[in-house]
């Protein structure tokens, strides 16, 4: 089984207007399943946008907490006919803080098959934790603690589920894999993610025994937008 995943953090908050039909053709161009962060307005607009690609696209169907402000800007979009879908559901992390608190941090996963292979497969995606760049040398060591906190409870939530081959995706707010060993991310080297702090923060994490072989890894600048990059990422399962 190929897969061809995007993950993309489009800095889409609720002052600004991302260019949605600049962004949705480059992820048809490149992927067949996207994984994108920070998707917190204009649902509709690009839930239209990928429909006229043929491309589902689905979102958490609760987005809001009664604590915040913003929902969790969480998303996934694949080709009509690609990926049969079994089940979708949003886990919200128990800690989160500092800004964080105006937004439902989370996790969104999905299980889904090959209906080419009848090959199952799990897909999270996420929004850990992040810095805030301009007090970060005093925040670091509490955020960093947060994140290790909700890395924990995700991979204890996947431990207790139905065992699939599985890649954790998105935005994980850091350089280093916080979540347990044997758990590890795949190829980080090739560019920074995050431009503006030359850091990479957007991740594929997996078990080395799920049988993920990454094929190919592209940080791209094409699409000049986001404070974020897309990443491709070139899979076989």
């Known amino acids: 089984m190929d897969l061809q995943l995007v993950t993309y953090n489009v800095n889409g908050l609720p002052w600004i207007k991302a260019p949605i039909q600049s962004i949705v053709p480059w992820i048809v161009r490149n992927g067949n399943l996207a994984a994108i962060q920070e998707i917190w307005m204009n649902h509709s607009d690009w839930a239209a946008a990928f429909a006229s690609h043929g491309w589902n696209f689905i979102r958490p169907s609760r ?126 080297d090739k560019a920074p993610t995050y431009p503006p702090m030359s850091r990479c923060l957007d991740h594929c994490a997996a078990l080395p025994t799920d049988g993920w072989i990454l094929k190919s890894h592209l940080v791209s600048a094409e699409v000049d937008y986001s404070d974020h990059c897309p990443v491709r990422w070139v899979l076989t399962l």
């Open 63 to 188: 987005e809001h907490h009664f604590a915040t402000l913003f929902g969790s800007g969480l998303a996934f979009a694949w080709p009509s006919g690609r990926w049969t879908l079994r089940e979708a559901r949003q886990y919200p992390f128990l800690d989160r803080t500092i800004t964080d608190i105006f937004a439902t941090k989370s996790w969104f996963q999905l299980d889904l098959v090959d209906p080419l292979t009848q090959t199952p497969f799990r897909i999270v995606n996420t929004h850990m934790q992040s810095d805030v760049d301009c007090i970060e040398r005093f925040t670091h060591p509490h955020v960093h603690n947060v994140r290790m906190r909700q890395a924990r409870q995700l991979i204890a939530s996947l431990k207790l589920q139905s065992s699939r081959p599985t890649l954790i995706v998105g935005d994980i707010n850091t350089e280093k894999c916080p979540f347990a060993s044997p758990y590890q991310f795949l190829g980080t």
